[in-house]
């Protein structure tokens, strides 16, 4: 159908990270239907030097401009532009030859690029999260305006979008499964001692420190809940997490007729960011496939938000509305690095997110500025709660 067309030109934001490396993987499975247009990193420039080298993308961004002396001695003999900085970030995405943008980059840091590319008119594949979590209202009153489509990539966001495509009625309610992280079957005791270490042995997904940390305390599911309101127009009250620890199904929709809907797979990314990059197609893959005589049981069990507040605290924020996401995003970015480094408790993230949340000023109908605003205010006061633990 499109055999004859030219390679999609795609954009990475954050190509050295869990989700970009796998797009990669992706884009070398179809060399014929994508390449790699821009590659982006934060700091690990010679991850990024040996990417550039083995897919020539026209341009490469280094976030940290510490960094750009070393990238570019290390890319001088190869055609690619090499660029610095945030701002780099935003105008990489502009330009004329990029047909898609991944967001693959993590955190708040996300947003900024996200909106340069709308505003550039690029279709989205949108992995980072936070930007739906801090901004969705805002993203999507862009996408309107630019008539830009946001393609999921979160597996969960992808399993539901997989669901309703074809359908013409409503959404009567979300399953959004969650593995329920590796401290699913931990009491509040056990919770008050855990390691980052412990934390970072993710069940069923191999993925980045912070989202992996997330996943932990759910927050994670708090955000996608988040996530799945402004990207599928559902408010909350029906939007169902479902602790389901197999991860086999992605996510499910129920309609007015109590038809359920789900998409099953074994869980790997690049199928949700290969179906994101294609769409509306499906293209093949070498990927496993699922075993149905190995898979056993699959469970289901409601959530517990007395042991995982966070997710909670995620579902108070949509109903307060507002710039009280942001807040919670803001804060909850604070306090994943702090446990990471070892300078707060397990069962303190909550407590912090939740007094950041309570302590910063509300805004009810935020413009971008109060955005940046309330993220630097939130991440202000997170810290010093953070200080007095
Ligand atoms: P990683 O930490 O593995 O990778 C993040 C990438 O972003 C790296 O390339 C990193 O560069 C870059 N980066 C980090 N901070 C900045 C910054 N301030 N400015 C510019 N670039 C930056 O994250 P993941 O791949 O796990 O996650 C990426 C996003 O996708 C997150 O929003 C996450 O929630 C979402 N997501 C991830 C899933 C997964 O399976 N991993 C699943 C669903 C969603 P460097 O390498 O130099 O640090
Ligand atoms: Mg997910």
């Not at 976030?63 to 701002?87: F, K, M, R, T």
């Not at 996608?224 to 169902?240: H, M, N, S, T, Y």
């Not at 997490?241 to 199904?249: D, G, K, L």
């Amino acid at each position: 159908m499109t055999q004859n067309t030219s390679p999609k030109q795609i954009a990475i934001l954050g190509s050295t990270g869990s989700i970009g490396t796998q797009a990669l993987q992706v884009i070398a499975e179809h060399p014929d239907r994508f390449e790699a247009r821009v590659l982006t990193a934060n700091n690990r420039w010679k991850e990024l030097a040996a990417q550039a080298r083995q897919f020539r993308p026209a341009a490469v961004v280094i976030a940290n401009e510490q960094h750009y002396e070393a990238l570019s001695d290390a890319l001088a003999d190869l055609p690619i532009a090499v660029y610095a900085g945030a701002e780099a970030l935003c105008q990489v995405v502009e330009g004329s030859e990029v047909d898609m943008v991944l967001t693959a980059m993590v955190g708040f840091a996300g947003l900024q690029p996200t909106i340069a590319a709308i505003k550039a008119r690029k279709p989205i594949a949108l992995a980072n999260k936070e930007t739906m979590v801090v901004a969705g209202e805002l993203i999507n009153r862009l996408c309107r305006q630019f008539e830009v489509p946001l393609l999921p990539v979160d597996s969960e966001h992808s399993a539901i979008f997989q669901s309703i495509m074809g359908e013409v009625s409503p959404i009567e309610k979300i399953i959004l499964t969650a593995s329920g992280g590796p401290f699913r079957t931990f009491t509040l005791q056990q919770l008050e001692d855990v390691t980052p270490a412990m934390a970072l042995h993710h069940p069923n997904w191999d993925m980045g420190a912070k989202i992996t940390i997330d996943s932990a305390t759910m927050m994670n599911k708090g955000f996608e809940v988040i996530e799945a309101k402004w990207l599928f127009g559902v408010e909350p009250e029906r939007i169902q997490v479902v602790v389901h620890p197999q991860s086999v199904v992605h996510s499910a929709v129920q309609f007015a007729d109590g038809a359920v809907k789900a998409q099953l797979g074994v869980p790997d990314m690049r199928v949700p960011i290969q179906l994101a990059f294609s769409f509306p197609e499906r293209l093949p893959s070498s990927f496993d496939r699922l075993d149905w005589f190995a898979l056993h049981s699959l469970t289901f069990e409601r959530p517990d938000v007395e042991r995982f507040r966070c997710l909670a605290l995620a579902y108070e924020s949509l109903h307060r509305g507002g710039n009280a996401p942001c807040v919670v995003n803001a804060a909850n970015e604070i306090v994943n690095r702090a446990f990471l480094e070892g300078r707060c408790r397990f069962l303190d993230m909550p407590d912090i997110i939740e007094k950041t949340m309570h302590k910063a000023p509300f805004i009810e109908q935020p413009t971008y500025d109060d955005y940046l605003q309330s993220d630097c205010e939130a991440r202000r006061i997170a810290v010093s709660l953070l200080g007095r633990k």
